[in-house]
């Protein structure tokens, strides 16, 4: 690879859009990947994130745009380019009655064509069952696997050919806390040793926030935010809930100063509070404030605007009065 080629992000999307029919689903979609990135793609049911992927796997044409992986434009990519992408479906595409093992050998050769002096392709068999926790099912037939193991077998298969880009659709569904652990771990080793691109979907933004260098969340088919965990959770750092009981009365008020509004409250109120409570805002508050943004049609994500703690006190002194 030239210093050119490496330079180069894995993934460009610019201005993408879609329609089936005459419902638009993209509207101007644009990001990029860096080569061994892992990006995470969030947003509600129906958001366009599948769309996305299939996209860019070459599984769907687009209406409109650029979108270049590894280069190439899915629309065009020849089987060499697709040798150098890995995917894992939504959707499970049965094998029932092949053994484990053998099914994984037997999809593994047809990448050996493309193997590299850089990239031996396929994996080996035993390695690829460790890594993803799959050895004691080695002889079973697929059709004997449990769910959580044919999502297990789902991961294997689209890594067996040791992609360069690897697509994973809600990966973890299905999966016990532990799996989803192991994979979590799998997901590191892949970008972290082996360079591999990872641009993931997941509806569990502890997923996300643990597993993606960067978060990108889409909602009605538009980009709401294109962060790092750090930057979601530093704009998550100025919001909070605070919760007290005053005169067997619950009061609930946000803030971005709780320290602030506290002191406020106790001098105000002083030994009368009772049962307080400070809740961080989490980073699905802030996913849930972009998106309803997003949804209610307004511009500009980010948090909503928050009670400011002087009204709150006056509010908690009007109510006492
Ligand atoms: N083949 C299709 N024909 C018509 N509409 C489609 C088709 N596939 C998806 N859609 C619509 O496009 C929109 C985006 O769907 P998509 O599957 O990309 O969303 P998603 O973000 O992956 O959702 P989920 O989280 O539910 O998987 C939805 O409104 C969906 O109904």
């Given at each position: 690879m030239s210093a050119d080629t490496a330079a180069e992000p894995a993934i460009e999307v610019t201005d993408l859009r879609m329609s089936y029919g005459s419902t638009i689903v993209l509207h101007g979609v644009t990001f990029r990947v860096a080569r061994g990135e892992v990006v995470a793609l969030l947003g509600p049911n129906g958001a366009g994130k599948t769309t996305t992927i299939e996209i860019l796997e070459g599984f769907r044409m687009r209406s409109a745009g650029e979108v270049r992986v590894l280069g190439t434009d899915p629309a065009h990519g020849h089987e060499s380019w697709r040798a150098r992408l890995g995917v894992v479906l939504q959707s499970w595409r049965d094998h029932a009655k092949?053994?484990?093992?053998?099914?994984?050998?037997?999809y593994g050769s047809l990448y050996a064509p493309y193997s590299t002096e850089r990239i031996t392709r396929p994996r080996d068999?035993?390695?690829?069952?460790?890594?993803?926790?799959?050895?004691?099912?080695?002889?079973?037939?697929?059709?004997?696997?449990?769910?959580?193991?044919?999502?297990?077998?789902?991961?294997?298969?689209?890594?067996?050919?040791?992609?360069?880009?690897?697509f994973l659709d809600e990966p973890t569904v299905g999966f016990d806390p532990e799996a989803r652990q192991e994979f979590h771990a799998l997901v590191r080793r892949l970008a972290e040793v082996e360079d591999t691109t990872i641009?993931?979907?997941?509806?569990?933004?502890?997923?996300?926030?643990?597993?993606?260098?960067?978060?990108?969340?889409?909602?009605?088919?538009?980009?709401?935010?294109?962060?790092?965990?750090?930057?979601?959770?530093?704009?998550?750092?100025?919001?909070?809930?605070?919760?007290?009981i005053r005169d067997g009365e619950r009061f609930t008020t946000s803030t971005r100063t709780p320290t602030r509004f506290v002191r406020e409250l106790f001098a105000a109120h002083g030994a009368d509070v009772d049962k307080l409570e400070v809740r961080r805002a989490t980073l699905e508050d802030t996913y849930l404030a972009m998106v309803h943004a997003a949804e209610s049609g307004r511009d500009g994500a980010g948090l909503p605007e928050l009670g400011a703690p002087r009204a709150a006190v006056e509010r908690v002194a009007e109510v006492s009065s």
């Open positions: 092949w053994p484990v093992r053998e099914f994984l050998a037997h068999v035993d390695e690829l069952l460790e890594a993803v926790g799959l050895t004691e099912q080695a002889g079973r037939r697929v059709g004997q696997l449990s769910g959580g193991q044919r999502r297990r077998l789902d991961v294997a298969i689209g890594i067996v050919g040791r992609p360069e880009v690897l641009l993931l979907t997941t509806h569990d933004l502890d997923e996300a926030e643990r597993l993606a260098d960067r978060i990108v969340i889409l909602a009605r088919g538009r980009i709401v935010a294109d962060a790092t965990p750090e930057e979601l959770a530093r704009q998550v750092e100025t919001g909070a809930e605070v919760r007290w």
